[in-house]
Structure formats: structure tokens, C-alpha cells
């Protein structure tokens, strides 16, 4: 059934940069990123070619930034102006089918199986996709064409930027064997880490390995690693999918028992988590997010959320939720910690993932 789906996974070039540097053609060729004030502990949610080169990138501090590229231009985030261009590029992606799944304002999965547009041909749809992006928008993106939606993801990425590239159904398997588990979507740089330790760096080594070994040492990661390792991902791409929260969490590569530790973890997450806030919801004040929660995962696989309302969205909150549940514990180490933040209901989107 998996092989005959046609999904394609889109993703825009540097979206927010390019549509500053669309909107203001001097900064072409120039180091350009979007963010946050260096000031107020902003952080970057894109950045240009240019900027990357000086080894700028996404969630990196914006004085961080300016440290290393002391001429970079750092441009305030413009959220209905991307907002508008986001709606742009979904009214094309219409054209083509009504089975869209957006992932965030510059990304989404489209479901072409049933198109009759282009033959038919779910690669010819791709490039008429980005050449009316190009055409009408002036941006750049980039696509993956594969049956299974975890490769369309990879495959997006693989001739970046303005590229796209192709997984036939006949190549899945051999595709799959060769490819580094640092690829699949949900395998950081911790959990890579943890996983060249334990001899795995393919998806051919997991074929090797046996699944009891990947739930023990990544719990219920290690049964989606198998599933995905062996070509089986039967997930749809879903239209209707509405976000009500937004979190990040971090498998340790180390299991940790000190609570100094998990305060340096706390204070990294949250600002990956101020990051995807600006990157989605810049016209939301942060005092607006005010139900937080922390999640503790221990060594012996079980684990614990706790939540509460508060009066805005501070380090020191999380920092006081984090003293809370610590006392939960009871000697066990800890091998994974989160953070979430509930939306408020205005501003839910289309999304999926709770935890990523």
C-alpha cells in the first residue's frame, strides 16, 4: 500500500531571510539573518547562505551571531508579512491537491497520489510546485518526492538549496539500507551520539540489530528507529491536524542524577523553545504562553509530566517546576527531560508532533 503513495515534502530556502532579501534587494550577496534583538536574549530563526558560512545557524543566540559575523545584518521577525507569504504558497500547493499537512509556515507534506495534473507524476507536480513558487513569489524551495513520509522529509533536504530529489518505490529498500541514522527526523545530535556508541550509525545496522535491544536503550524511540529502519511508516499525511501545545526535549546521551545538571539542560531547551516560538508565533507575547510543563523521562523508562498555569513564559518558572518534580525521582537517574508550553486558543495552528 506504502508504494502507492506519492508524497512530497516541501520546504522554502532560508524562508524568512529570502523574503527580506526579496523585499530589499541591497542585502543580496550580504550575511542576513531574522531573529531576535541580542539585547533580550533573542535567538535566530533563519539565516541566508551567506550568514551560515561564519557558522551561523537556526536557535543560535543572536549576540552569539553577532560575535562571529560582526557584519551581520540581523533583521527583526516580520510575522504577518510571512504569514501572508506562507498563505501564498499553500494556494499553490492547492492547485494540486487539498491534502496538505503544514509542519511549520516554510514546510509541509503534500498527498499527490490522486492528482491528475503532470501525468500524474508526483516529480513533475514537485517541479511545477517550485517553479511557480519561483515564478510568482520570487522564492526558492526545496522538495522531496517519496512514497513514505519520513523519506520525502529526507529526500527535501538532500539537494538543498533550490533542488529537489527522488525516491522511487523501487529504490526504497536499498535507499534505507545505506542511510545514517543521523538523517531520520527525531535523531539529534544526543541520540546520534548514543547510537554510534552502541555500533549503530545505518539503518542497516538496526536491520542487524534486534528491536528488544532499541526499546531498552531508547524506549518507545527505539520501536519507531526499527519501524523506520525497515521501510515501514504507514503514517498519512494529515490535513486536519490542529496543534493545541509546542514542546522540545532532550535524550541525554548520559543518564544524569544531578539537579545542576538538568538546570543547564532546562536553560539550553528553553531557548530552542523561544526559538520555535518566534519562529511561529512572533505576534504572540510571551506573557500570553502561561500553562508550562517539564517532563522527566528516568532510567527505568517510566516517566512524569508536571504542569501549571503561570503569569508568562520565563526560565524561572520552568526552573521552579524543574525543583518540583526532581523530588519525584526517588533515586532513579534521569535519562530524557522536556518542556511544552499549551497555545492559547486563538492562535492554534495546523501542526503535528507533540514532542520533538
Not at 504542569?307 to 524561572?316: K, P, V
Request: proline share 4%; charged share 25%.
Amino acid at each position: 500500500m506504502n508504494s502507492l503513495r506519492k508524497i512530497i515534502h516541501v520546504d522554502m530556502d532560508c524562508f524568512y531571510a529570502a523574503i527580506e532579501i526579496r523585499e530589499n534587494p541591497q542585502l543580496q550577496g550580504k550575511a542576513v539573518a531574522v531573529g531576535g534583538s541580542p539585547e533580550r536574549r533573542g535567538v535566530l530563526t533563519t539565516c541566508n547562505y551567506e550568514a551560515r558560512k561564519f557558522g551561523l545557524h537556526s536557535a543560535m543566540s543572536s549576540a552569539q551571531a553577532m560575535k562571529r559575523c560582526p557584519n551581520l545584518i540581523l533583521l527583526p521577525v516580520n510575522m504577518p508579512l510571512y504569514r501572508q507569504v506562507s498563505q501564498q504558497i499553500h494556494q499553490i500547493f492547492r492547485r494540486y491537491t487539498d491534502i496538505i499537512e503544514p509542519i511549520s509556515l516554510d514546510e509541509a507534506y503534500l498527498d499527490v497520489t490522486h492528482c491528475k495534473q503532470q501525468s500524474g507524476s508526483a516529480t513533475w507536480i514537485a517541479q511545477a510546485i517550485r517553479q511557480s513558487i519561483y515564478e510568482e513569489l520570487k522564492l526558492t524551495a526545496s522538495a522531496g518526492v517519496a512514497p513514505l513520509k519520513f523519506l520525502a522529509k529526507i529526500a527535501s533536504d538532500q539537494n538543498k538549496p533550490n533542488g529537489q530529489f527522488i525516491i522511487a518505490p523501487e529504490q526504497v529498500d536499498q535507499f534505507i539500507l545505506n542511510l545514517p541514522l543521523k538523517k531520520i527526523p527525531g535523531v539529534g545530535r544526543v541520540t546520534n551520539e548514543k547510537l554510534s556508541h552502541l555500533g549503530l550509525k545505518t539503518c542497516a545496522d538496526i536491520q542487524k540489530s534486534n528491536l528488544s535491544f532499541l526499546v531498552f536503550h531508547f524506549g518507545k524511540f527505539g520501536q519507531r528507529l526499527w519501524d523506520l529502519s525497515h521501510g515501514m511508516d504507514p503514517r498519512p499525511v494529515e490535513a486536519n491536524r490542529i496543534r493545541k501545545s509546542l514542546a522540545v526535549e532532550n535524550t541525554l546521551l548520559q543518564d544524569i542524577d544531578s539537579l545542576a545538571e538538568a538546570e543547564k539542560i532546562i536553560h539550553n531547551l528553553f531557548h530552542k523553545l523561544i526559538y520555535r516560538i518566534q519562529r511561529n508565533y512572533e505576534d504572540k507575547p510571551l506573557h500570553q504562553f502561561k500553562k508550562l510543563g517539564v517532563k522527566l523521562k528516568f532510567d527505568d523508562f517510566t516517566q512524569t509530566t508536571l504542569e501549571q498555569s503561570t503569569d508568562g513564559l520565563t526560565l524561572a518558572w520552568f526552573n521552579q517546576l524543574l525543583h518540583k518534580i526532581w523530588q519525584r525521582r526517588n533515586g532513579r537517574k534521569v535519562r530524557l527531560i522536556g518542556l511544552s508550553i499549551h497555545l492559547p486558543e486563538e492562535k492554534t495552528v495546523q501542526q503535528l508532533n507533540l514532542w520533538e
